[in-house]
């Protein structure tokens, strides 16, 4: 999200972009906000979006526009003739990402009646001659629906959309379900744009969790999907049952939906990478989800090659929940967070080791629940939150081989039973090698 860049300094997109190449992402999509949609104008974002450039071209970074066009209340909206000489600036750059030797260019939303498929088409005519795009929106309305009807609403979106070359399907999570997400609509996805003869790629949403909270007592601006091992499934979904020419990671810097794969930014909300994320720092600050990128690292080798990678070393990525789901906070409310019935109280763990091991996990009085690893690939398992948490448990994660612990590390964050703040997002931890440290100031992914 450029919108969550306004402090970077092009040291910081070097970190960033470093990052993500470690773990094999191959670039990011840039989503952005018109520049003049709300007060203060967010004209800021083109001198981000231009060190971006700078710093992707010199290592050998990808990077696609992703035009945020799900805002229904504008002061100025999108429009083509704009839109047309941001893709014309870029388009010679060494970073822009390109499909079929066009352009790739995608959005977030565009189905509204603010824009729709002749606007697109105007975007086209206003790049003739000049650029060539392969045009691959996400069009949400499409999406949504889809989860209930895949065939009707594939076959709907080619039929009303003739000027789009691909789709890509942003829905990562499953919707108010308790259940994780079927795979069906992205089948139903690919399928019609194949038989509809597109040229361009079909994009699979992949992505560990989804939690919001504004803090408003409105359902509406809050809510957490249900995430427990969605990021495992969605994955091997992805590689197994739809292969997509593209997975889109979301995302890499969302905080405020709890989706980040980045290191944390600032508490301070002030200095070089800093983030003005007001309520949502409550539930943000402190909650690091820089482990799950070993998961995506071992993922995007398995999705690249077709084959899961060796598994070299042990570790194991945990993750939970500060406190029950049903916990009396100081300050929000949970019954106001849609869905807040769904998540597990539970540690959540997955594990790569590279022979035979025992994964031992504790929380409080749940002590040394196991469960059984090899080097064929992750293995998974999760331990509840015991009834009584007293002053607070640290989940402790071990991996155990002949007897003897090889890998140990113990919660950043205590389960408690009440808390100061409602929250849904995960603490994310490692047992065993983390991935190489990087600072900033001190695939493709969204």
């Known amino acids: 999200m450029v919108q969550n860049a306004y402090s970077y300094s092009t040291t910081t997109w070097q970190a960033d972009i470093k990052a993500a190449q470690q773990i094999g992402i191959d ?34 970074f990808k990077l696609m526009f992703s035009f945020d066009m799900s ?5 100025t909206f999108w429009n083509q003739t704009f839109m047309a000489s941001m893709i014309s600036r870029y388009a010679s750059n060494s970073a822009t990402y390109l499909w079929n030797n066009d352009v790739l260019v995608s959005t977030f939303g565009g189905d509204s009646v603010i824009y729709g498929n002749q606007f697109f088409a105007g975007l086209k005519n206003a790049l ?13 309305s499409y999406s949504l629906a889809a989860q209930f009807k895949p065939p009707q609403e594939a076959a709907s979106l080619v039929a009303d959309y003739p000027s789009i070359d691909g789709f890509f399907n942003w829905q990562a999570w499953p919707l108010d379900r308790p259940t994780n997400l079927t795979v069906s609509p992205d089948v139903a996805f690919k399928s019609a744009l194949a038989s509809s003869h597109k040229t361009g790629p079909y994009i699979m949403a992949v992505s ?6 504004l803090n408003e007592a409105n359902s509406l601006n809050s809510w957490v999907a249900y995430s427990d091992t ?7 979904s992805a590689i197994n049952k739809v292969q997509p020419d593209i997975i889109e990671l979301l995302t890499w810097n969302d905080y405020g939906e709890s989706h980040y794969l980045r290191n944390l930014p600032p508490a301070s909300e002030t200095g070089p990478a800093s983030v003005r994320l007001g309520e949502m720092g409550k539930y943000v600050y402190g909650t690091d989800h820089s482990g799950w990128r070993i998961m995506a690292k071992y993922y995007i080798a398995w999705y690249k090659t077709g084959t899961p990678p060796a598994i070299e070393q042990d570790q194991v990525v945990f993750w939970y929940r500060t406190h029950p789901k049903n916990a009396a906070c100081n300050l929000g409310l949970a019954s106001s967070i ?8 539970a540690v959540f763990a997955w594990a790569l080791v590279c022979s035979p091991a025992t994964i031992s996990v504790s929380v409080g009085s749940n002590e040394y629940w196991t469960f059984e690893a090899n080097s064929t690939g992750p293995a998974i398992g999760s331990v509840p939150f015991p009834d009584d948490l007293g002053s607070g448990v640290i989940p402790m994660v071990g991996i155990v081989r002949d007897g003897k612990t090889v890998q140990a590390a113990n919660g950043t964050q205590t389960i408690t039973s009440g808390c100061d703040f409602v929250n849904f997002n995960p603490v994310v931890g490692v047992a065993g090698p983390h991935l190489s440290s990087w600072g900033v100031d001190s695939v493709l992914v969204g």
Not at 31 to 57: E, G, K
Not at 231 to 236: G, I, N, S, T, V
Not at 338 to 345: I, M, T, V
Request: aromatic letters at 16%.
């Open 230 to 236: 969605l990021f495992k499934y969605r994955w091997e």
């Open 338 to 345: 849609r869905n807040s019935e769904y998540p597990h109280d």
């Open 128 to 140: 003739s001659g000049q650029v060539g795009i392969s045009l691959v929106p996400a069009l949400t």
């Open 208 to 213: 560990p969790w989804q939690y919001k909270d």
């Open 71 to 75: 805002w229904t209340s504008c002061n």
């Open 27 to 60: 670039g990011f999509a840039l989503n952005l906000m018109p520049p003049d949609c709300q007060y203060p104008s967010l004209a800021w974002q083109m001198d981000r979006i231009d060190d971006a450039y700078t710093v992707a071209a010199s290592q050998g």
